[in-house]
């Protein structure tokens, strides 16, 4: 663990770098656990249709959405400083298999952690904006069909008083457009 890396005032040794990457870790675990339960009373007021706290929830989710970014140019500044220290740095899970045991292996068992945490929530971040969407579509037939009568509206009409073969089958503009 002494292996010094790069030259950046002073140098950063490879002690430095494990604590600078499981830091990082620590700070994504928070953030997506904050974010999980976020997603969990998310989905409660979806069911509850709730749209308060759902507008409450959302702007939650945006917050630590941004903090994750700021997590991500992290990240990218450990990758690179990697490099520049001459270390294969692809990845964390790249930096961190140079490492000795037992840091190595409490380092990628983190990483498998973060990464179970992160797959899970994005499944349940695409479930969530599926039901949003699907309903959005629901409650625009409703009050479509509520304009029209209980009818739902056919796309394309011959126009009041005028034949069917004269309409514009369907023609979306004219010839002038």
């Known amino acids: 663990m002494t292996q010094v890396i790069g ?11 494990a604590r600078d990457i499981e830091d ?3 700070a994504i675990d928070a953030n997506q656990n904050a974010l999980s339960v976020a997603y969990r009373d998310k989905r409660a007021a979806i069911r509850e249709a709730n749209g308060p706290e759902i507008s409450r929830l959302t ?3 945006e917050t630590l959405v941004a903090d994750l970014q700021v997590h991500v140019r992290r990240r990218d500044q450990i990758l690179q400083q990697a490099r520049q220290g001459g270390l294969r740095a692809d990845t964390l899970t790249g930096i961190v298999q140079t490492f000795d045991e037992p840091l190595r292996e409490r380092l990628l068992a983190q990483i ?3 990464r179970r945490v992160t797959d899970a929530n994005r499944r349940e971040s ?3 904006w599926i039901v949003c969407r699907q309903s959005l579509r629901f409650f625009s037939d409703v009050i479509e069909m509520i304009a029209n009568g209980g009818r739902r509206a056919p796309i394309y009409l011959a126009r009041p008083g005028v034949m ?8 979306l503009l004219d010839a002038k457009a």
């Open 112 to 114: 498998e952690q973060t």
């Open 7 to 17: 030259d950046r005032g002073g140098g950063q040794n490879m002690a430095e770098l």
């Open 59 to 61: 702007k939650i989710e």
């Open 164 to 171: 069917a073969e004269m309409s514009t089958g369907g023609a």
């Open 126 to 128: 695409w479930i969530l």
């Open 24 to 26: 990082l870790l620590i």
